[in-house]
C-alpha cells in the first residue's frame, strides 16, 4: 500500500466504524490496565488461559504481511505463496510440541534473555536483549509504517501525523496495560478480524459472476505462472525464512511463559498453528476471486481494501478497515510489550538491576521509547515482504541453536552461547548485506552454519555455567 | 482446494472468532476481579 493512493472513499458511517473500534480498545485499556508489578506486566503473573493463549499468538501472527500482503500475492500468484508458507505453520506447531511446553516451565524467568542466562552467563542474556530491542523495533516499524501509510489514504494527513497515530495509540494502550492487557485487546483485535474478513470472502463467492470451479483453475493458473516466474532455490530460501525466521521471538516466547500451564502452551500454539493455515488460505483467495471484482491492472497492494470497497455496503466497509487496523495493532503491540520487557530485563538489568518498582516503571517508559524510535525508524523501512525477510534472517541464526540447546539441556559452556551468537548473526549479515547471497543461497542458512560451528568451538572453551556460583546470579 | 479456501476455512475462522469473544469475557472478568483485589494473590 503506497501513500496517497486515490483515497479509500470513506463515508460518515464508515467513520463511525473506525471511531467506535477505537472507542472500544479505549474502554478495553481502561478495564485491563494497572499492573502492581513488572512481573504482572511482562508475563501476566504466568495465568493466561489456553483460548487467549491462542487467539494473543494468533493476533500477534497475522499482522499486515499475513493479511494485506497475502492477498496481493493471491492475486498475483494464486495459492503459491500459501504453500511457500506452510511451513510457517509447521513451525508454529513445532514450537508448540517441542519448544513452549520446556519454556513455560521457566516459572521465573520473564524473558528469552533469562533462559538464556541460566545456560550462558550474563553476557549471553545482554546480547539476547541487544538482538531482542533491535529486531521488535524493526517489526514495529515496519507494521508502523504500512498502518501509517493506510491511515494517509482514508484520511489524507501527512505521513508523520498517520505514523505517530499508529504507532502512537498501540503504545498509549500497551504501555498502560502490561502483557495481560495487550492479550485482551489481541484476543479482541483478533475476533474483530476474523469475522469481518472471512466474512467478505463468503461475500465474494456468493456474488461471485463466475462458478467456484472456473475460479479454481484461475488459482491453479495463477500458482503456475507464479511457480515458474521464481527459480527453484529463491523458492527455497523464501519457504526456508518462513520456516525459521520466527521461530520463538520474543511476543511468542513471552505467551509461552505467561501461560497458565505448559499445557495450555502447547495447545495455545498447535491452535494458533492450524488457524495460520486456514487464515492464508483465506487471505490467499480473497486475492484470486478479486480478478472478478476489480479492473486489470489495480495495484497488488491495494487488493485487499478495494475487494471490501467493491463488496462491502457503508459501514460495514468501516468496520472491514477497523479490522486492518487491528491486525497491524495487535502484532504492534506484542512487539512493543516484548521491546520494552527485553530492554529493562536484558539490557538494563544485566548493566544495573533495577528495584521491582522502578524496572516496572522503566519498562513503561520504554514501551513509550520503543515506540518513538520506531515511528522516527519507519521512514526508512523497506518494503514489507523485504524488511520481514532482513529480520528473519538475523533472528535464526542468531537465537535458534543456543536457545534450543538451553531449552533441552545439552552440555553449554558461555563461550558457545555468545560465540554462537555472534557467528550466526554476523554470518548472516556479512552473506546477505556483505556479499549479496552469492549463487542464491539464502543468508539464514550460511548464517545458521555459522551458528553452529560457533556453538561447537564455544563448548570446548572453558565450563558448563553454573547460575548457582555465578557472581551477580541473583532472582 | 478452492472450496476449502473459499467456504470452509472462512466458515472455521468465524467459529474461531466468536469463541475466543465468548472466553474473551471470561478473561476481562477475571483480570476485573484480580483488580479489585478478589481473589487470592
Known sequence: ?475 | LIVLTTIVFPVVAIAAGVAVIRALIKFVIEIQRDLRGERPR
Not at chain 1, 552473506?431 to 550460511?446: D, F, H, R
Request: charge should be neutral; include cysteine; proline fraction near 4%.
Open chain 1, 1 to 475: 500500500m503506497t501513500a496517497g493512493d486515490g483515497g479509500m472513499g470513506v463515508t460518515p458511517l464508515d467513520a463511525a466504524a473506525i471511531i467506535g473500534y477505537f472507542a472500544l480498545m479505549a474502554v478495553f485499556g481502561y478495564l485491563t490496565r494497572r499492573n502492581r508489578t513488572f512481573q504482572e506486566f511482562a508475563v501476566g503473573r504466568h495465568s493466561v488461559p489456553t483460548l487467549m493463549i491462542f487467539a494473543s499468538l494468533a493476533a500477534t501472527i497475522v499482522g499486515p504481511g499475513f493479511s494485506v500482503g497475502f492477498t496481493a500475492k493471491g492475486y498475483s500468484t494464486g495459492y503459491l505463496f500459501y504453500f511457500l508458507c506452510l511451513p510457517y505453520a509447521f513451525q508454529t506447531v513445532a514450537s508448540g510440541v517441542f519448544l513452549a511446553p520446556r519454556l513455560t516451565r521457566h516459572r521465573d524467568c520473564t524473558t528469552l534473555g533469562d533462559v538464556m542466562r541460566k545456560s550462558y552467563g550474563r553476557f549471553a542474556q545482554f546480547l539476547t536483549g541487544l538482538v531482542s530491542v533491535g529486531l521488535l523495533m524493526g517489526f514495529t516499524a515496519i507494521m508502523g509504517k504500512i498502518g501509517g501509510s493506510m491511515l494517509q489514504s482514508i484520511t489524507g494527513w501527512p505521513l508523520w501525523t498517520c505514523l505517530i497515530a499508529v504507532t502512537g495509540s498501540t503504545a498509549l494502550l500497551t504501555f498502560t496495560g502490561g502483557l495481560r492487557a495487550t492479550i485482551a485487546t489481541e484476543a479482541l483485535q483478533f475476533s474483530l478480524f476474523s469475522i469481518a474478513v472471512p466474512a467478505m470472502l463468503l461475500v465474494a463467492a456468493w456474488r461471485s459472476p463466475v462458478t467456484l470451479a472456473e475460479q479454481g483453475v484461475r488459482a491453479w493458473d495463477l500458482t503456475a505462472s507464479g511457480f515458474d516466474a521464481m527459480g527453484s532455490l529463491a523458492l527455497f530460501g523464501v519457504a526456508i525464512s518462513f520456516l525459521l525466521g520466527e521461530v520463538l521471538l520474543p511476543p511468542y516466547a513471552n505467551r509461552a511463559l505467561a501461560a497458565k500451564s505448559s499445557r495450555a502452551s502447547v495447545s495455545g500454539f498447535l491452535l494458533a498453528g492450524a488457524y495460520t493455515v486456514v487464515w492464508l488460505g483465506i487471505v490467499a483467495v480473497l486475492g484470486v476471486l478479486a480478478h472478478s471484482y476489480l479492473p486489470d491492472g489495480v495495484a497488488a497492494d491495494s487488493v485487499f481494501v478495494a475487494m471490501g470497497k467493491a463488496l462491502l455496503p457503508a459501514g460495514v466497509y468501516g468496520v472491514l478497515l477497523a479490522a486492518v487496523i487491528a491486525i497491524v495493532m495487535s502484532s504492534q503491540e506484542s512487539v512493543l510489550n516484548s521491546g520494552a520487557v527485553a530492554f529493562v530485563r536484558d539490557v538494563v538489568g544485566v548493566l544495573s538491576p533495577p528495584s521491582e518498582r522502578s524496572a516496572l516503571l522503566l519498562a513503561k517508559v520504554s514501551t513509550l521509547g520503543v515506540a518513538a524510535v520506531a515511528i522516527y525508524a519507519a521512514q526508512f523501512a523497506p518494503s514489507i515482504i523485504d524488511g520481514l525477510l532482513i529480520l528473519y534472517s538475523i533472528w535464526a541464526p542468531t537465537m535458534l541453536l543456543p536457545l534450543v540447546a538451553a531449552l533441552y539441556g545439552w552440555r553449554t559452556t558461555p563461550a558457545a552461547g555468545w560465540l554462537a551468537m555472534a557467528l550466526g548473526g554476523g554470518t548472516s549479515l556479512a552473506w546477505q548485506a556483505g556479499l549479496g547471497e552469492p549463487a542464491g543461497v539464502p543468508a539464514i542458512l550460511v548464517g545458521m552454519l555459522g551458528s553452529l560451528v560457533g556453538f561447537l568451538i564455544g563448548r570446548t572453551m572453558g565450563e558448563p555455567f553454573e547460575e548457582s556460583t555465578a557472581q551477580g546470579a541473583s532472582d
